[in-house]
Structure formats: structure tokens, C-alpha cells
């Protein structure tokens, strides 16, 4: 298989665009594909300063590489949840964070790097709190909720404009099926690559791999010799999310570009008014005890978490 622009041996043959690539223009599409997403969803403005939650893992690792690269001001943050698993999860993929986080910094010496630990900051970890609130069998959407409450704090208090994820295609896609599957309008009117700023307490959410396959941010992750954790979650067995992308890949696997068209063609026809209708989004006041905007009456439901 031969490089499409150069005709140098490919490393990468994507089916869905009909595109093989060297290495070289295969990291060169991604910037481009990057830019391009950031442009066109209007991600992220000249001079908005970005954290980038990153989880250890290669999507955002390789995120935040890319937007070093394409010239952001791009800083990081990682959440440890205080998860063992019998492989010390959180302390081994805090661990690859902090390499990158000062490779990063070796390449653009004004690159920041934040931790927020959650057993420090809060007295109790991601396992502590699901045993007291009895949802240790899956804390996976305890979990969500204090991730997403903690990027949002660190984004505000530390003045960013923006909040990027690494977030791909298959995750997004998943997440569609999984929504479809239920009918959930509220979920699918809020899917989107980008979730603006909303008033004093919320920060602008962007997700600019969200067109990007996983199996091509691992590819980039590699060729761009970044270290990052393999494994999953050790809660994550089993996820019906997981469920639904092997399913996903499988249809890729029969139909090139199937997860690509679901994801477009769901975004043009929100774009278009579908689910419109259902698009009253709830009233938004904020906690009590945070200042973070929540749908609760008083405190937050991650405030409420913590209250013994
Ligand atoms: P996940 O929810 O694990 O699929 O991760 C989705 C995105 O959330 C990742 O690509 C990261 O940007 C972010 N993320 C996940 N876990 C963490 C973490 N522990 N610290 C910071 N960001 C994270
Ligand atoms: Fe939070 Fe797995 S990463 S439960
Ligand atoms: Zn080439
Ligand atoms: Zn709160």
C-alpha cells in the first residue's frame, strides 16, 4: 500500500476516505483534520487559552500534542480518582500524564500541568464514595459526574476559555447508539461538538477529535512515540458502551465510514431543527454550596455527595 500524496510506503490505510498514508502525511491529515473540526464547529477563538483534561490514556495525550502543535496556548489537567483495581490504575496513568506532561514542557516551556486528587482535595476516592452512596458494582456514572464538576471548577478558577476532551469518533458514536437506543432527546439535543460557555458558571466544552477514528489516534499516539495507559478502567468491564462499539465495529468492519455517516448525518439533522421541539433545555440556577449551574434546587448533585 502506497501513500496517497507521496507515494512512500503507507502506514495507515483508511477505508472509510478511501486513503492510505505515510507516516509523515498521516500525522500532517490529523493536524489538518484537527484544524479543520476546530474551525468549523468554531471551537476554539485566536488567543482562548484551552485546558485539556487528560486522562492518561492516547486520545488525550494525543490532543493535547496536537494542539501544542498547531500553535494553542494548551495547557493540562488530570483528575486521580483514586482507583486501584489491583493495578494501581489511577496512580500508573497519572504517572504516564506527568511524562508527557513534562515532555511537553521540555518542547513549550509555557506549557502548565494540573492534578486535582480527589482523595486530597475531598477526603474520599472514586471507590470510597461509591461504597458509602452502595453503588460500587458500577461507579462509572458517579464517576462522570465528579469528573465533569471537577474539570469544570479547575477551568474556571484557573481562567481558561475553553475545555477540550479527547473524546473520538468511536466514543461520540457510542454514545449516539446508546442515546438512540433510549430515545433520550435531553442527551441528544446536548450532544454536540461543542457545548458553549453558559453564563458566569459554565465553561465552553469542545471536542475537536470527534470525527477522528480511535484506531487513528492510536496510530498518531504511536508514530509520535507518546506513552500512554492501555488499559481501561477496571469498571469499564462489561459497560454497555463497550458493548455498543463492538457492535459499532462491527458494522465499520462490514461498511466503511457506517460510524462516521451516523455521527454527520446525526449532527446535519440536528443542525436542520430534529429535535427541536424538545430543545426547551432545563432552567439552570446555581448551587448553593459551588456556584456551579445545576437543575437541582440548592446544592448540586455533586455537592450533595459529599453531605454525610
Ligand atoms: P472517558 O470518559 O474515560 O471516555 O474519557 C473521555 C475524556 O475525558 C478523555 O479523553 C479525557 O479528555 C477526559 N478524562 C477522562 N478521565 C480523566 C481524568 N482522570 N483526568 C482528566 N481528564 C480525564
Ligand atoms: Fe471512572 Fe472508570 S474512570 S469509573
Ligand atoms: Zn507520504
Ligand atoms: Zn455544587
Same mark, same amino acid.
Given at each position: 500500500?502506497?501513500?496517497?500524496?507521496?507515494?512512500?510506503?503507507?502506514?495507515?490505510?483508511?477505508?472509510?476516505?478511501?486513503?492510505?498514508?505515510?507516516?509523515?502525511?498521516?500525522?500532517?491529515?490529523?493536524?489538518?483534520?484537527?484544524?479543520?473540526?476546530?474551525?468549523?464547529?468554531?471551537?476554539?477563538?485566536?488567543? =482562548?487559552?484551552?485546558?485539556? @483534561?487528560?486522562?492518561? *490514556?492516547? &486520545?488525550? /495525550? #494525543?490532543?493535547?500534542?496536537? !494542539?501544542?502543535?498547531?500553535?494553542?496556548?494548551?495547557?493540562?489537567?488530570?483528575?486521580?480518582?483514586?482507583?486501584?483495581?489491583?493495578?494501581?490504575?489511577?496512580?500508573?496513568?497519572?504517572?504516564?500524564?506527568?511524562?508527557?506532561?513534562?515532555?511537553?514542557?521540555?518542547?513549550?516551556?509555557?506549557?502548565?500541568?494540573?492534578?486535582?486528587?480527589?482523595?486530597?482535595?475531598?477526603?474520599?476516592?472514586?471507590?470510597?464514595?461509591?461504597?458509602?452512596?452502595?453503588?460500587?458494582?458500577?461507579?462509572?456514572?458517579?464517576?462522570?459526574?465528579?469528573?465533569?464538576? =471537577?474539570?469544570?471548577?479547575? @477551568?474556571?478558577?484557573? *481562567?481558561? &476559555?475553553? /475545555? #477540550?476532551?479527547?473524546?473520538? !469518533?468511536?466514543?461520540?458514536?457510542?454514545?449516539?447508539?446508546?442515546?438512540?437506543?433510549?430515545?433520550?432527546?435531553?442527551?441528544?439535543?446536548?450532544?454536540?461538538?461543542?457545548?458553549?460557555?453558559?453564563?458566569?458558571?459554565?465553561?465552553?466544552?469542545?471536542?475537536?477529535?470527534?470525527?477522528?477514528?480511535?484506531?487513528?489516534?492510536?496510530?498518531?499516539?504511536?508514530?509520535?512515540?507518546?506513552?500512554?495507559?492501555?488499559?481501561?478502567?477496571?469498571?469499564?468491564?462489561?459497560?454497555?458502551?463497550?458493548?455498543?462499539?463492538?457492535?459499532?465495529?462491527?458494522? =465499520?468492519?462490514?461498511?466503511?465510514?457506517?460510524?462516521?455517516?451516523?455521527?454527520?448525518?446525526?449532527?446535519?439533522?440536528?443542525?436542520?431543527?430534529?429535535?427541536?421541539?424538545?430543545?426547551?433545555?432545563?432552567?439552570?440556577?446555581?448551587?448553593?454550596?459551588?456556584?456551579?449551574?445545576?437543575?437541582?434546587?440548592?446544592?448540586?448533585?455533586?455537592?450533595?455527595?459529599?453531605?454525610?
Amino acid at each position: 500500500m502506497r501513500c496517497r500524496t507521496c507515494g512512500a510506503t503507507a502506514v495507515i490505510n483508511m477505508r472509510q476516505h478511501k486513503l492510505a498514508l505515510c507516516a509523515e502525511h498521516f500525522v500532517a491529515w490529523i493536524l489538518h483534520n484537527t484544524t479543520r473540526a476546530i474551525h468549523n464547529y468554531r471551537m476554539i477563538a485566536p488567543g =482562548e487559552r484551552v485546558l485539556v @483534561a487528560v486522562s492518561g *490514556g492516547k &486520545d488525550s /495525550l #494525543a490532543l493535547w500534542d496536537v !494542539l501544542l502543535r498547531l500553535g494553542y496556548h494548551a495547557d493540562g489537567l488530570y483528575i486521580n480518582l483514586g482507583i486501584d483495581g489491583g493495578r494501581a490504575y489511577s496512580a500508573q496513568s497519572q504517572a504516564k500524564a506527568e511524562a508527557f506532561a513534562a515532555r511537553c514542557t521540555a518542547q513549550f516551556p509555557k506549557t502548565r500541568f494540573f492534578v486535582v486528587d480527589l482523595l486530597k482535595q475531598y477526603g474520599e476516592s472514586i471507590p470510597q464514595l461509591a461504597a458509602r452512596k452502595r453503588r460500587e458494582t458500577r461507579p462509572c456514572s458517579l464517576c462522570g459526574l465528579v469528573k465533569r464538576h =471537577e474539570m469544570n471548577r479547575m @477551568a474556571l478558577e484557573l *481562567g481558561y &476559555d475553553v /475545555l #477540550a476532551t479527547g473524546h473520538n !469518533l468511536d466514543d461520540e458514536v457510542a454514545t449516539l447508539f446508546g442515546n438512540v437506543m433510549r430515545w433520550q432527546t435531553g442527551y441528544l439535543v446536548r450532544q454536540d461538538p461543542v457545548l458553549p460557555a453558559d453564563g458566569e458558571g459554565l465553561a465552553r466544552k469542545i471536542k475537536p477529535f470527534c470525527r477522528i477514528y480511535e484506531r487513528e489516534t492510536a496510530a498518531y499516539a504511536l508514530l509520535q512515540g507518546i506513552d500512554y495507559i492501555e488499559e481501561e478502567c477496571p469498571y469499564a468491564k462489561g459497560a454497555t458502551s463497550l458493548q455498543y462499539k463492538e457492535t459499532l465495529t462491527q458494522m =465499520e468492519h462490514d461498511v466503511p465510514g457506517t460510524k462516521l455517516q451516523f455521527y454527520v448525518k446525526f449532527l446535519q439533522a440536528k443542525a436542520e431543527g430534529l429535535f427541536a421541539a424538545t430543545a426547551g433545555l432545563p432552567e439552570l440556577q446555581l448551587c448553593t454550596t459551588c456556584g456551579q449551574p445545576t437543575t437541582a434546587e440548592g446544592q448540586c448533585s455533586f455537592c450533595r455527595l459529599w453531605e454525610r
